[in-house]
């Protein structure tokens, strides 16, 4: 192998590298988003629960919201 055909494979391995490393933050990204999906379905569905128990609609969300995050353990 001479010196050129070792600079064309390391330019390869570089970029397969920096592909990677996009690949790695946008899969970031989307678990991210998808997290927060979950969080908010999640409090919805408590808050819904309260809502239909009688409490105010307003009152529903910081009490779904607590409660959700109680039960994650972020209090």
């Known amino acids: 192998m001479n010196k050129k055909e ?3 494979l390391l330019d390869q391995c570089l970029d397969y590298r920096l592909q990677v490393t ?3 933050k946008d899969w970031n990204k989307l678990y991210d988003e998808n997290e927060a999906i979950k969080r908010e379905f999640t409090i ?3 808050m819904t ?3 239909n128990n ?3 609609q307003e009152i529903a969300k910081v009490l779904a919201t607590d409660a959700y995050n109680e039960a994650r353990g972020d209090l």
């Open 44 to 46: 919805y569905k408590i």
């Open 6 to 8: 070792a600079n064309k």
């Open 22 to 24: 996009r690949l790695e």
């Open 54 to 56: 009688g409490v105010e």
């Open 49 to 51: 629960h309260f809502i």
